[in-house]
């Protein structure tokens, strides 16, 4: 039973003899002998239910779930209305392949076609693909997007998320394609710099908005540069902030993309979540991944199924525009459901509180403790602050349930969400002005 | 059905948070007007998306015999494991000292799946089968360039590998060499041998191949590639047909690349998330994306490998998924897993003598997991395509075969039960798949219009391509 094979020994007995077999081990004939495993003594006992709850029990009870949370860097503890795990938990969801067969895939078809439209009313683009593996992959698959046999080279801020940076350059190192850094003295982009760089043979450049400091870039200039030097804008955002902040179609952006997980997905110790992507109609056919249109059945009644899928790698193989397969559907379906339950009302106010109790904890660690901003200027629900002795505050939070900022160079990156009340920003900085007298 | 953004009205809603009780800020950089997000209730909602559920066929509805993508049962324990709070809301750039038990989780799944495969080492990092096929062939690029043998550019393929096999060899920056494959989709040794060289960086091979064979000179070729001085990627979609009986590091393979949602029962979410785990030799670990659990003398931690080619995505993989899989290893243990490989080939070859006197199948002998049926006379006789089978089993509620794949059978059906159908199952959706080809033979027009049950009939995807609409169009 422990194996969820359901065939009995004499059902198992009567099938050998429907084949013509006298034993299982006859129809692995071709394997050849001296290769078959004896015991797999690496592996553990078998678990009953029972046993395997309580040692997983005991496994999620050595992580520490802190009760506040300041962190952010790329992973958002935000509010989860209850309705986003109560749907998208539904059985058929969860089970169900890739939506190969339209006539029974109809509501995961739909749910992708309505996230496809919420994407690009937030984004202000004119497409959105069905989504890729998370907001690093998304980045670095833009990159893909934009470069032809001439422009060859990529380039990215520095002011964006490392990790991102880092993914980035592990899909160029696997294409060939030259990546070049910006710098961003100061925390933002350097637009000199930029203008400098960019040649005749520049296929695009990545700008995060905000940045990983938090900080707002002047998006729309730095667009203008890109442009100018006919390369192709690809803007990385933040989907809470695009609730208020000027969104990337308005800053000029070819395509647009990001991570989705602030959208309804846990942080889940980094997984699964979820990269959108979105891009101008003149680069639909750039985009990678699933992507559902909309048509009518032999009635006449619309319905949806997986288009332009000349583009991908079960009909173009080597020539495909990405060998994307799975993806992270049922994270779509999340994001689908969270942003329905939201609406624009419930969005920017997630974007307004996140940010205003960001600028209140700013403010607080200021006044009460003398720590400056690191950065100047506009900053959404991040910003690094100095901080003399990261690891003595740090810890000093920990001890009190409280999961400060990420340590950076010169001082600490804080975030604020809508999840944290005044009291505990008070309490945060209360517990810090108690480590900095000590 | 109506779409989300035809639900509900201007001024519905639902109150979500709190009024802000700190001094409220607003940027200066403004969008213009507010994103056109649907307007509903709560019930609004659930109705619609309960709806939408209900038009969706998943794993859980009936049989699903989608050949290469191993739907199996997915475990409810497993789902209520993987959401226990503990891990479900972890920070991700939380201390290590304070995510002790996930890092295990993830130091576990590694070792068990490494002694499942035969390899020394393994990233979780990769979130799905064709992202592990890149994962894994940046490990082999990082090898050569790494000996300074940038000469080795070629991946060589055989022509009945999955799509995503020459996609990723071209993500790598490998040129690709189709070699023809035997009619039972073997690899053809003479065509690989002329096709290896100094130019070979590696061989990608899905074995048991997608026809369902396992290729009985498995080790003379990956001692034809190394011989040449290439490196062998076994793509382990096909894993679950030798699952605990024989591993691809005692074939000679290299490195490896596993789906969790595949051969360990972890959901597949519509079209993920998944996981795809690359397992490698020793030589090759060094390369890894990075970090790779690690067990150390105070505990556990996630190190980076020395000449790491790079994350492939951010922080470490698809953890949930990955929690998930190995809840299923630890049920199963060492005592059932070899039931899993014995079993899913059993079924496989039970169904396939059914319905061998009725349907033609591609190639003769035992299959493993999974077996593939022509049905290029039947669609000579009576017009009948695969497609039109496959539609018709709609009607019965079995998920259709995977159609026309491998691409070197014409009119090809490719049915895997796996392990957890009953007899009872195989024998109903064999019977079915024998009266709809005597309809063929009666009445092909009712199979031609199929599905006659489904929520919608046979959608126009000419239409869909040549005009794409690809968001709601709003009326104002």
Same mark, same amino acid.
């Not at chain 1, 059985?91 to 995961?108: L, N, R």
């Given at each position: 039973m422990?194996?969820?094979?359901?065939t009995?020994?004499a059902e198992r007995?009567?099938?050998l003899?429907a084949?013509g077999?006298?034993?299982?081990d006859?129809?692995?004939?071709?394997?050849?002998?001296?290769?078959?495993?004896?015991?797999?003594a690496a592996?553990?006992h078998?678990?009953s239910e029972?046993?395997?709850?309580?040692?997983f029990?005991?496994?999620?009870?050595?992580?520490?779930?802190?009760?506040?949370?300041?962190?952010?860097?790329?992973?958002?503890?935000?509010?989860i209305?209850?309705?986003?795990?109560s749907?998208?938990s539904?059985?058929?969801?969860v089970?169900?392949?890739t939506?190969?067969?339209a006539?029974?895939?109809?509501?995961?078809?739909?749910?992708i076609?309505?996230y496809?439209?919420?994407?690009?009313e937030?984004t202000?683009?004119?497409?959105?693909?069905?989504?890729?593996?998370?907001?690093?992959?998304?980045?670095?698959?833009?990159?893909?997007?934009? %470069?032809d046999?001439?422009r060859?080279k990529a380039?990215?801020?520095?002011?964006?998320?490392?990790?991102?940076i880092?993914v980035?350059k592990?899909y160029c190192?696997?294409?060939?394609?030259e990546?070049?850094?910006?710098?961003?003295?100061?925390?933002?982009?350097d637009?000199a710099?930029?203008?400098?760089a960019?040649?005749?043979?520049?296929?695009?450049?990545?700008l995060?908005?905000?940045?990983?400091y938090?900080?707002?870039?002047?998006?729309?200039?730095?667009?203008?540069?890109?442009?100018e030097?006919?390369a192709?804008?690809?803007?990385?955002?933040?989907?809470?902030?695009?609730?208020?902040?000027?969104?990337p179609?308005?800053?000029g952006?070819?395509?647009?993309?990001?991570?989705a997980?602030?959208?309804?997905?846990?942080?889940?110790?980094?997984g699964?979540?979820l990269g959108?992507?979105?891009?101008t109609?003149?680069?639909?056919?750039?985009?990678?991944?699933r992507?559902v249109?909309?048509?009518?059945?032999?009635e006449?009644?619309?319905?949806y199924v997986?288009?332009l899928?000349a583009?991908e790698?079960?009909?173009r %193989?080597?020539?495909?525009?990405?060998n994307?397969?799975s993806?992270?559907?049922?994270c779509?379906?999340r994001?689908?459901?969270?942003?329905?339950a939201m609406?624009?009302e419930?969005?920017r106010?997630?974007a307004t509180?996140s940010m205003?109790?960001a600028?209140?904890?700013a403010?607080?660690l200021?006044?009460?403790?003398?720590w400056k901003?690191?950065?100047?200027?506009e900053?959404?629900?991040?910003?690094?602050?100095e901080?003399?002795?990261p690891q003595?505050?740090l810890?000093?939070?920990?001890?009190?349930?409280?999961l400060?900022?990420?340590p950076?160079?010169?001082g600490?990156?804080?975030?604020?969400?809508?999840?944290?009340?005044?009291e505990?920003?008070?309490r945060?900085?209360?517990?810090l002005?108690?480590?900095e007298?000590a | 059905?109506?779409t989300?953004?035809?639900c509900?009205?201007?001024?519905?809603?639902?109150?979500m948070?709190p009024?802000?009780?700190v001094p409220?800020?607003?940027?200066?950089?403004?969008?213009?007007?507010?994103p056109?997000l649907?307007?509903?209730?709560?019930?609004?909602?659930?109705?619609?998306?309960?709806?939408?559920?209900?038009?969706v066929h998943?794993?859980?509805?009936g049989?699903?015999?989608?050949?290469?993508?191993?739907?199996?049962?997915?475990?409810?324990?497993n789902e209520?494991?993987?959401?226990?709070p503990?891990?479900r809301?972890l920070?991700?750039?939380q201390?290590q000292?304070?995510?002790?038990?996930?890092?295990e989780?993830l130091?576990?799944a590694?070792?068990?799946?490494?002694a499942l495969?035969?390899m020394d080492d393994m990233?979780?990092?990769?979130?799905?089968?064709a992202?592990?096929?890149?994962?894994?062939l940046?490990?082999?690029k990082?090898?050569?360039?790494a000996r300074?043998?940038?000469?080795?550019?070629?991946?060589?393929?055989?022509?009945?590998a999955h799509?995503?096999n020459?996609a990723?060899?071209?993500?790598?920056?490998?040129?690709?060499v189709?070699?023809?494959?035997a009619?039972?989709?073997?690899?053809?040794?003479?065509?690989?041998?002329a096709?290896?060289?100094p130019q070979?960086?590696?061989?990608m091979?899905?074995?048991p191949?997608?026809l369902?064979?396992?290729?009985?000179n498995?080790?003379e070729?990956t001692?034809i590639v190394h011989?040449?001085?290439?490196?062998?990627?076994?793509d382990g979609?096909?894993l679950n047909?030798?699952l605990?009986i024989?591993?691809?590091?005692d074939?000679g393979?290299?490195c490896?690349h596993?789906?969790l949602?595949?051969?360990f029962s972890?959901p597949?979410g519509?079209?993920g998330?998944?996981?795809g785990p690359v397992?490698c030799?020793?030589?090759?670990?060094?390369?890894?994306?990075?970090?790779?659990p690690?067990?150390?003398e105070?505990?556990?931690?996630?190190?980076?490998?020395?000449?790491?080619?790079?994350?492939?995505?951010?922080?470490?993989?698809?953890f949930?998924?990955?929690?998930?899989?190995l809840?299923y290893?630890?049920?199963?243990?060492?005592?059932?897993?070899?039931?899993?490989?014995?079993?899913?080939?059993?079924?496989?070859?039970?169904?396939?003598a059914?319905?061998?006197?009725?349907?033609?199948m591609?190639?003769?002998?035992?299959?493993?997991?999974?077996?593939v049926?022509?049905?290029?006379?039947l669609?000579?006789?009576t017009?009948?395509?695969?497609?039109?089978?496959?539609?018709?089993?709609?009607?019965?509620?079995?998920h259709p075969p995977?159609m026309?794949?491998?691409?070197i059978?014409h009119?090809?059906l490719?049915?895997e039960?796996?392990?957890?159908e009953?007899?009872?199952?195989?024998?109903?959706?064999a019977?079915?798949?024998?009266r709809?080809y005597?309809?063929?033979?009666?009445?092909?027009?009712?199979l031609?219009?199929a599905?006659?049950t489904t929520?919608?009939?046979?959608?126009?995807?000419v239409?869909?391509?040549?005009?794409?609409?690809l968001?709601?169009?709003?009326?104002?």
């Amino acid at each position: 039973m422990g194996s969820y094979v359901p065939t009995t020994p004499a059902e198992r007995k009567q099938m050998l003899r429907a084949i013509g077999a006298s034993s299982v081990d006859d129809l692995f004939e071709n394997v050849p002998q001296g290769l078959k495993l004896g015991e797999l003594a690496a592996l553990p006992h078998e678990k009953s239910e029972l046993e395997l709850r309580q040692s997983f029990e005991a496994l999620a009870g050595k992580n520490t779930i802190y009760r506040t949370c300041l962190r952010g860097a790329g992973s958002y503890r935000h509010f989860i209305p209850a309705v986003v795990a109560s749907l998208s938990s539904r059985e058929e969801f969860v089970t169900a392949y890739t939506p190969y067969q339209a006539e029974i895939s109809q509501g995961i078809l739909q749910a992708i076609f309505e996230y496809q439209t919420m994407m690009c009313e937030l984004t202000g683009m004119d497409v959105s693909n069905a989504g890729v593996y998370d907001g690093a992959a998304a980045a670095a698959e833009s990159i893909t997007m934009c %470069r032809d046999r001439r422009r060859t080279k990529a380039y990215v801020s520095a002011s964006a998320d490392p990790q991102v940076i880092e993914v980035m350059k592990t899909y160029c190192f696997g294409s060939d394609v030259e990546l070049t850094v910006i710098p961003a003295p100061g925390g933002h982009t350097d637009p000199a710099a930029l203008r400098a760089a960019l040649g005749q043979d520049a296929a695009c450049f990545y700008l995060q908005q905000p940045n990983f400091y938090g900080l707002i870039e002047d998006a729309e200039a730095l667009g203008n540069i890109v442009h100018e030097a006919g390369a192709k804008f690809v803007m990385g955002v933040n989907p809470i902030a695009l609730a208020v902040m000027k969104t990337p179609a308005e800053c000029g952006a070819d395509v647009a993309v990001g991570e989705a997980q602030p959208l309804g997905l846990d942080t889940a110790f980094g997984g699964p979540y979820l990269g959108f992507m979105t891009a101008t109609h003149a680069m639909m056919r750039h985009l990678p991944g699933r992507i559902v249109g909309q048509t009518v059945d032999t009635e006449g009644r619309t319905g949806y199924v997986l288009t332009l899928s000349a583009r991908e790698q079960h009909i173009r %193989r080597e020539k495909a525009s990405s060998n994307i397969c799975s993806n992270e559907q049922l994270c779509t379906l999340r994001a689908g459901i969270y942003l329905s339950a939201m609406g624009a009302e419930g969005l920017r106010q997630a974007a307004t509180l996140s940010m205003s109790k960001a600028h209140y904890l700013a403010a607080q660690l200021e006044e009460k403790l003398g720590w400056k901003r690191l950065h100047e200027g506009e900053f959404f629900h991040e910003f690094a602050s100095e901080c003399p002795n990261p690891q003595k505050a740090l810890d000093a939070l920990a001890a009190q349930g409280i999961l400060g900022g990420l340590p950076v160079e010169g001082g600490i990156l804080w975030c604020a969400t809508e999840l944290v009340s005044k009291e505990e920003l008070d309490r945060t900085v209360s517990i810090l002005e108690e480590v900095e007298r000590a | 059905m109506k779409t989300i953004f035809e639900c509900g009205a201007p001024g519905r809603g639902m109150t979500m948070l709190p009024p802000c009780d700190v001094p409220e800020v607003t940027l200066s950089c403004r969008r213009a007007a507010a994103p056109r997000l649907p307007r509903v209730g709560e019930n609004d909602l659930v109705r619609h998306y309960s709806a939408l559920s209900r038009r969706v066929h998943g794993m859980n509805d009936g049989f699903y015999p989608l050949g290469s993508c191993t739907m199996k049962y997915n475990p409810k324990i497993n789902e209520e494991l993987a959401a226990l709070p503990g891990f479900r809301l972890l920070h991700p750039l939380q201390p290590q000292v304070s995510a002790q038990g996930a890092i295990e989780a993830l130091y576990r799944a590694k070792t068990e799946l490494c002694a499942l495969t035969g390899m020394d080492d393994m990233t979780l990092q990769p979130a799905a089968g064709a992202h592990g096929e890149f994962t894994g062939l940046l490990l082999i690029k990082a090898y050569h360039r790494a000996r300074g043998d940038d000469a080795r550019c070629e991946i060589v393929v055989p022509d009945s590998a999955h799509g995503t096999n020459p996609a990723s060899a071209v993500m790598a920056g490998f040129r690709v060499v189709n070699i023809p494959s035997a009619p039972d989709g073997c690899v053809d040794l003479d065509a690989l041998r002329a096709a290896v060289g100094p130019q070979t960086a590696g061989l990608m091979l899905t074995n048991p191949n997608t026809l369902g064979i396992f290729d009985k000179n498995i080790l003379e070729i990956t001692k034809i590639v190394h011989a040449a001085g290439g490196l062998c990627y076994y793509d382990g979609a096909n894993l679950n047909a030798i699952l605990g009986i024989v591993r691809p590091g005692d074939m000679g393979f290299d490195c490896v690349h596993l789906n969790l949602h595949k051969s360990f029962s972890t959901p597949h979410g519509g079209g993920g998330p998944g996981a795809g785990p690359v397992g490698c030799k020793q030589f090759l670990a060094e390369f890894l994306p990075g970090p790779i659990p690690a067990k150390t003398e105070t505990g556990f931690s996630l190190v980076k490998p020395a000449r790491s080619v790079g994350r492939v995505r951010g922080f470490y993989g698809n953890f949930l998924v990955v929690v998930r899989a190995l809840a299923y290893l630890e049920t199963l243990g060492r005592e059932h897993l070899p039931e899993v490989g014995r079993n899913a080939v059993l079924n496989a070859n039970y169904m396939m003598a059914v319905l061998k006197d009725t349907y033609e199948m591609a190639c003769g002998g035992y299959c493993m997991h999974e077996f593939v049926m022509t049905l290029e006379q039947l669609h000579k006789d009576t017009g009948v395509a695969a497609m039109d089978i496959a539609k018709g089993l709609l009607d019965a509620g079995i998920h259709p075969p995977t159609m026309y794949f491998p691409l070197i059978v014409h009119e090809a059906l490719m049915i895997e039960p796996t392990e957890t159908e009953s007899k009872q199952t195989m024998d109903e959706a064999a019977a079915e798949l024998k009266r709809l080809y005597a309809l063929a033979h009666t009445d092909p027009e009712q199979l031609h219009s199929a599905p006659h049950t489904t929520p919608v009939t046979r959608l126009d995807e000419v239409r869909a391509a040549r005009t794409p609409i690809l968001r709601y169009e709003f009326a104002e």
